[in-house]
């Protein structure tokens, strides 16, 4: 039975070593790790897998782009939020909450991101909100060469910005934003993110 007990304190020490933290927790672990040049141990607290760790030792190699990263990693911990499809949590002082939201709230501020983008003429940023089908068919050069060619591109803008005003039609994996006519702007759900999928 003796001959036990170091295994079981070996496996105790294991788990505890590897239980799961809350994610303010690991940011300070990696912060910390990252101040004291343990490289290693900062890795292991990524989603990077063994062929990313080479670049990620050299990235941070020297002792300012630790600390500069550390700093970032610290001042971001404090605005964490832990999202999924059907739920976001924010951090309200040292407690995590449940942010309730309208179920039409995140689509339509997708939308607005969008039109927001393309009258700031950033199309990269508005090509980046593009559902997947729509962003293997175009490149931000392109879609600016259409918006810019289309001459109904203004006027469509229009009517989807108004749109923003209307109700929003929730379905799983999409929202419509009804333009009359028979014609919606309508945004697909896409790895958790409402994506511009026509603007008809």
Known sequence: MTRLAPLGLLLLGTACATASRDPTTVAEAYAKALEENRL????RLTTGGPDGEVAFLDEYSDAPARTERAAAVRSGAAMLEARAPSVTLARQGEDWRVVESRAADVPRAALKKFLD????RDWKGAWGLLASPLRAR???????EDFE???LSKERLRRARLALNTRV????GEALFPLGEERAVRLLLEDGEYRVAAIE
């Open 40 to 43: 290693q141990d900062a890795y």
């Open 117 to 120: 983008a393309v009258d700031a």
């Open 138 to 144: 175009y490149t931000p050069e392109r879609l600016r």
């Open 149 to 151: 060619r289309e001459p």
């Open 169 to 172: 039609r929730v379905a799983a």
